[in-house]
T-cell receptor, first 111, second 110 residues
């Protein structure tokens, strides 16, 4: 069966520090991968999606970036965090045209 | 911008009652999906309805889709305390990208 992992579960970082969030998927090949951010009490905002290794599409211009170094690994990064980067970050995978499966999320607080 | 808009924003009911929430969207869709999110957790897929379908059932869930009105509804029958969660509709485009609404927060009291 397929599983999706995200870590860390929670993170508190100072403004200006770097960020690296990791997401890995097991049990499937060549999935579409997605990074979302959810502000408190709000819906999900799609940040990046990837249809293959090294293929990243950005939905929202900002100081975040994403990379897909392996088929089932998706990384969200920042060189310098802003206060506005605080939120709940969710990784998801899908086979195109069907439902998305979400990881447990990372709660990021930037102080 | 958000494609789906859920209504109401919050809903409080007692166990055994039915809960109905609605979703409206703006542009043509391939599919419409409903997800549930328990507090502080990831989203869980509930049901997918294709643009050529009008109604779909899954257990205690019933989803309708009216493409002429660009709207969908999710009905949870005989609600339970465990149904307490936020519910989101999401529409997808031809690339499989989803756009989520802001969600309906449902509280079911025993």
């Amino acid at each position: 069966s397929q599983t999706i992992h995200q870590w860390p579960a929670t993170l508190v970082q100072p403004v200006g520090s770097p960020l690296s969030l990791e997401c890995t998927v097991e049990g499937t090949s060549n999935p579409n991968l997605y990074w979302y951010r959810q502000a408190a009490g709000r819906g999900l905002q799609l940040l990046f999606y990837s249809v293959g290794i090294g293929q990243i599409s950005s939905e929202v211009p900002q100081n975040l970036s994403a990379s897909r170094p392996q088929d089932r690994q998706f990384i969200l990064s920042s060189k310098k965090l802003l206060l506005s980067d605080s939120g709940f970050y969710l990784c998801a995978w899908s086979v195109q045209g069907f439902e998305q499966f979400f990881g447990p999320g990372t709660r990021l607080t930037v102080l | 911008s958000q494609q789906g808009e859920e209504d109401p924003q919050a809903l409080s009911i007692q166990e055994g009652e039915n809960a109905t929430m609605n979703c409206s969207y703006k542009t043509s869709i391939n599919n419409l999906q409903w997800y549930r999110q328990n507090s502080g957790r990831g989203l869980v897929h509930l049901i997918l309805i294709r643009s050529n379908e009008r109604e779909k059932h899954s257990g205690r869930l019933r989803v309708t889709l009216d493409t002429s009105k660009k709207s969908s509804s999710l009905l949870i029958t005989a609600s339970r305390a465990a149904d307490t969660a936020s519910y989101f509709c999401a529409t997808d485009d031809s690339w499989g990208k989803l756009q989520f609404g802001a969600g309906t927060q449902v509280v079911v009291t025993p």
